[in-house]
């Protein structure tokens, strides 16, 4: 038996963390188990891929998963940036997605009627319980109710042994996931399909055959033109938006400093004086386009004029 597992979120999101317990969950329950992440810089927001291998024979390889059994999505807005993810599933896999969207309006987001579709609303589980945005733990829960390893008995071990702390409050919240995940069985599964495609990975040169170019034909290569971020608006991954108060801003711009994707602005905006007369005056803003909604913005905000509300 060999489970492989690729597990798709944003940085900051406890990505990585997850397929550490859950591998480690799994060791303990006599498994074998390699848990491998794949990223670029560290930062809040920031996609991030993992890979995880369960088995029962030892584990010889630490190549990239290609085409997994499970996947599991951190936040539905990431599924038509990395659709791919979800072509690759194998017929019969199972994709487990955190979302706040009915078991239906799910379905017809991942849009595969062969694979095991398991919904779950991590982030209110992770809110209630541990306080922060952080869906590790439930769906730990949701991959071990599926899977049927590794238990919750040693999940809350590796709990423990990961984190350190807040050991019972996440083990709440996995619990929590384990007994309310919905479970939505496949319409078809032929078992002689192939996935639709595979996981491409920034380490895919080095496991298969390859062709070396001249520079006249670079472009074969993909480069064709230089890259720009503005090619990229990565305002849909937020789970929450920045919301300024303006009566308590100072305009110190620390939070222009601190913003990873340039998503703060200074605009003009209109006012009006203690008499009457109208002013325009500069005012911090927001391009919503590009924000992520990390929340940096509000911790370093010295008179707390910036707040995160939640965004459905």
Not at 35 to 45: L, V
Not at 72 to 83: E, G, N, Q
Not at 197 to 208: P, V
Not at 233 to 253: A, E, F, N, Q, Y
Request: overall charge neutral; aromatic content about 8%.
């Amino acid at each position: 038996m060999r489970v492989e597992t690729v597990w798709l979120g944003r940085g900051g999101q406890g990505i990585v963390t997850a397929t550490y317990i859950v591998a480690n969950a799994s060791i303990i329950d006599g498994f074998y188990a390699i848990a491998t992440p794949e990223f670029g810089a560290e930062r809040r927001g920031a996609p991030v891929k993992a890979f995880l291998t369960i088995s029962k024979e030892p584990i010889e390889d630490q190549e990239p998963v290609k085409t997994p059994d499970v996947v599991v999505v951190f936040d539905d807005k990431l599924i038509d940036s990395m659709r791919f993810a979800i072509d690759a599933v194998k017929p019969g896999g199972y994709v487990i997605i955190n979302t706040g969207k009915s078991p239906e309006e799910a379905k017809k987001l991942v849009g595969r009627d062969d694979v095991y579709l398991v919904v779950l609303d991590a982030i209110d589980i992770a809110r209630r319980h541990v306080k922060l945005d952080v869906p590790n733990g439930p769906l730990a829960g949701a991959f071990s109710k599926v899977m049927g390893f590794p238990t919750l008995e040693s999940i809350k071990q590796a709990l423990e042994t990961q984190l350190g702390k807040a050991v019972e409050q996440n083990f709440a919240a996995t619990k929590e996931a384990f007994e309310k995940a919905v479970v939505i069985p496949p319409a078809r599964v032929d078992a002689s399909a192939k996935p639709k495609g595979i996981i491409s990975t920034t380490s895919a040169f080095l496991t298969g055959p390859y062709e070396i170019v001249g520079w006249r034909e670079v472009n074969k290569a993909g480069a064709v033109f230089p890259g720009t971020s503005l090619l990229y608006t990565t305002g849909g991954w937020r789970i929450d938006k920045p919301v300024i108060d303006h009566s308590k801003c100072i305009m110190c711009r620390k939070c222009w400093l601190y913003c990873p994707d340039d998503a703060i602005v200074e605009a003009w905006r209109e006012v009006e004086g203690p008499r009457g007369r109208r002013f325009r005056m500069k005012a911090i803003d927001f391009d919503y386009q590009f924000c992520k909604g990390c929340g940096v913005c509000a911790e370093v905000c010295p008179t707390g004029a910036i707040q995160m509300v939640r965004e459905l």
